[in-house]
C-alpha cells in the first residue's frame, strides 16, 4: 500500500530564516507530487505540482520554491520566510491517470507552520 | 467572484440528524466532483467522488450533483459525533490529471 510522509509536523520560525519541507511517497512509482498551504476558512491553495523529478509547475508568485529531486521526494523551500508564510502545509501524491480518470489526490499528515 | 464556493460554518446539529453540505460553482467545464473529509490537523481525505450529474450512495453518505443549476451537495444520515470534521468540496475539469479547484470547506458539529 502507498504510504506518504511530511515532516517535520510543527515548524516555528522566526522572519528572515530559510525554511525546508520535505515530504516522501512510498508504495508507487512516477506520482504527480503537489504541494498545498491551507490558511484557515480559505481551503487549499495549490502552490506546486510536479509530473516528474526536476519538472516542478509553480501555480502562486511567491519567496516558496520546491524542488524534486527524487521520483518519490519532493521539497518546499524558503531562502526568508514572511509572517504571511504562516499556515497549514500538506502534501501530496496522485497516479498519472489518462484524461478519462479522476484525479483522485492522497495527502500527507501536514506540518503546521508558524513564522514569528 | 470565486469558482467554487462553500460556506465554512461551523454547522452544529444534534446526534442523528440529517446533514446538507453545499458547494456551487461558476465553471460549466467541471465533470469531475469530489467530497473530502479533514479531521483536525489532519490532511483530507477522499470521501466520495462523481461524474458528471446525478447521485452517488455509499452507506450513510449520498454525493449529488445539479450540473444544470451548477451544485453539489454531501448528505450524511444518521450523523455521528465521528463526524465531525470539516468536508471540502473539489472539482477538476474532464481533461485535468492535476488541478483540482477546492471549496473553503464547511466545519461541521455533531453534538452527542
Known amino acids: 500500500s502507498q504510504t506518504i510522509h511530511q515532516w517535520p509536523a510543527t515548524l516555528v520560525q522566526p522572519v528572515g530564516s530559510p525554511l525546508s519541507l520535505e515530504c516522501t511517497v512510498e508504495?508507487?512509482?512516477?506520482?504527480?507530487l503537489y504541494w498545498y498551504r491551507q490558511a484557515a476558512g480559505r481551503g487549499l491553495q495549490l502552490l506546486f505540482y510536479?509530473?516528474?523529478?526536476?519538472?516542478i509547475s509553480s501555480e502562486v508568485p511567491q519567496n516558496l520554491s520546491a524542488s524534486r529531486p527524487q521520483d518519490r521526494q519532493f521539497i518546499l523551500s524558503s531562502k526568508k520566510l514572511l509572517l504571511s508564510d504562516s499556515g497549514f502545509y500538506l502534501c501530496?501524491?496522485?497516479?498519472?491517470?489518462?484524461?478519462?480518470?479522476?484525479?483522485?489526490?492522497?495527502f500527507g499528515p501536514g506540518t503546521r507552520l508558524t513564522v514569528l | 467572484q470565486k469558482e467554487v464556493e462553500q460556506d465554512p460554518g461551523p454547522l452544529s446539529v444534534p446526534e442523528g440528524a440529517i446533514v446538507s453540505l453545499n458547494c456551487t460553482y461558476s465553471?460549466?467545464?467541471?465533470?469531475?466532483f469530489m467530497w473530502y473529509r479533514q479531521y483536525s490537523r489532519k490532511g483530507p481525505e477522499l470521501l466520495m467522488y462523481?461524474?458528471s450529474s446525478g447521485n452517488k450512495e455509499d452507506g450513510r453518505f449520498t454525493a449529488q450533483v445539479d450540473k444544470s443549476s451548477k451544485y453539489i451537495s454531501l448528505f450524511i444520515r444518521d450523523s455521528q459525533p465521528s463526524d465531525s470534521a470539516t468536508y471540502l468540496c473539489?472539482?477538476?475539469?474532464?481533461?485535468?490529471?492535476?488541478?483540482?479547484?477546492w471549496g473553503a470547506g464547511t466545519k461541521l458539529i455533531i453534538k452527542p
Open positions: 462523481t461524474y
Open positions: 510536479s509530473v516528474g523529478i526536476g519538472q
Open positions: 465553471n460549466s467545464a467541471f465533470q469531475y
Open positions: 501530496a501524491w496522485s497516479a498519472i491517470t489518462y484524461k478519462s480518470s479522476y484525479n483522485e489526490q492522497f
Open positions: 508504495g508507487t512509482s512516477n506520482p504527480n
Open positions: 473539489a472539482m477538476s475539469v474532464w481533461d485535468s490529471n492535476y488541478q483540482l479547484i
